[in-house]
C-alpha cells in the first residue's frame, strides 16, 4: 500500500511539474485598436473605468492578469475563459460588427448585466471589485441603451 | 490511514485525468479555430471575386419571387424552431437551432447583387449567432435570442422573396413588443407558449 502510495504522488507531482512546460497562449496586447468600443462611443470617464475594470479581461485583446495565472492547470483554466468571452464579445473589435450585431451584442450585453449573469460568479469570486453596485450597473445600463437607441 | 491513501489517491487520479483531459481539450479547440478563420479567409477571397464578376450583372439575375432553396430552407427551419418554443420544448428548440445553424454556414449568397450579398451575409453572420445560442440554451434565453433571429428573418426574406406566405405577427406584452413569423394566419405565441398561446396579432402579410 505504502508502495502504491509513493509511486501516485511520484507520477501526481511529474504531471505537476511536466504540465508547467506547456507552452500556452498570453492575451496581452499594448495596441488600443481604433476599433475599439471606448474609442469609438468615448463614454464617460465613470463608464469606461466600469467596463475596463468589469468585462475588458475577457472581452478585449488584454488581460490584466492576477499573480497565479503562470501556475498549471489554473492557465487553461483562465485561456479557456477569455477565448470564450472573446468570441462571444470583443469591446476592442467593435465597430468592425456590423450594425446589426452590435444591436444583438447590446441586447445581451443588457440583458445580461440586469440578470447579473455578467460579470460570472467565477470571475467575481476573486475579482470582488468587478461586481457592478447597484449605482453601477444602472449608470452602465443606461449608457448601453444609448448606444442601442442611437443605434437605430 | 487506509482511507487517508485512499482518498490520497483518487485524488491523484483526478488531478491527473483533469489535466490531461483540459489538455485534450485545448487543442481541439485551437484546430476547431484554425479552421474557422480558414473558412472566413476562403469567404473573404470568394466575396472579392465575386463582386468584380458580378458588379455589372447580378441585379439582373435577381427575381424576388424565386426564394432560391438555401432561403427555403432557413425559414423552414426557423418555423420548427418557432413551434417548439410554441409548444414550449426546449429540446426540440435546441435541436432546430442546430439545424438552423448547420444551413446558415452552408448558405449561398452567390446569386445576389453584390449590396445584397453585403446585406445577407451581416444577417446570416448574426442568424448564425443566435442560432448557436438557442442550441445550447434553456428556454427563457432561447426566447430572447429568437426575437433578435424572427427580426434577421424577416429582413432575409425581404431580400430573397418567399414563395409561401408568411404572417407576421406581433405580441405587444414580450420585452416591450415583440415580432416573429408564421405559416399560418393563427396566432400561436412562441414567447409565451403555453402560458399565453392566443396572445397577439397579425401585423402583415409577406407574399
Redesign the interface.
Known sequence: MKKILRIISIILLIALVGIQFVPTERNQSDIEPKTDFLLVNNPPKNVSALLRESCYDCHSNNTDYPWYNKVQPITWFLEHHIKEGKSELNFNEWSNYSDRRKNSKLKSIINQIKDAEMPPASYTLIHREAIFSNSEKEVVLDYMKRIRDSLK | M?KF?AT??IL??V??T??TM??R??KK?DSHDGMNSEMMDEGHHHDSAMNHDNMGTSTEMMDSHTQSSDAKQVVADYMTLKDALVADDNQKAQSAGKTLLNHLESFDVSKYSAQQQKELK??V??AK??AEHISESPIAHQR?HFK?LSK?ITDMVAITGTETTLYQQFCPMYDGGSEWLSMNKEVKNPYYGSKMLNCGRVQKEIN
Open positions: 487506509k491513501k490520497l489517491g491523484a487520479i488531478l491527473v483533469l489535466t483540459s489538455c481539450d485545448n479547440e451581416d444577417i453572420d448574426d449567432e443566435h430572447e433578435l434577421d
